[in-house]
């Protein structure tokens, strides 16, 4: 006797419907880019490969920023 497959691989059955989670999941992730506008400096025009190329930059100057003030910190003991 043969088991039933779980899931299906290739084409869609006539008739399926698409879940319902898509369409929240597509709204949470365009209000997070619109909130990633807001923190990002010169990102409010960029679509979305450039949003992300310019908030890696950011994280980069960012982090150059802490090593900075950790140094700063350490050679004036505070």
Do not use: N, W
Request: glycine share 4%; charged share 35%.
């Amino acid at each position: 006797m043969r088991r039933k497959a779980m899931f299906t691989v290739g084409r869609k059955k006539q008739g399926q419907a698409l879940p319902m989670r898509r369409r929240p999941f597509q709204h949470m992730v365009l209000r997070r880019l619109r909130e990633l506008k807001k923190i990002v400096p010169d990102a409010q025009d960029a679509d979305v490969d450039m949003l992300l190329r310019r908030t890696a930059d950011y994280i980069c100057v960012l982090e150059l920023k802490v090593t900075v003030l950790r140094r700063l910190s350490a050679i004036y003991g505070v």
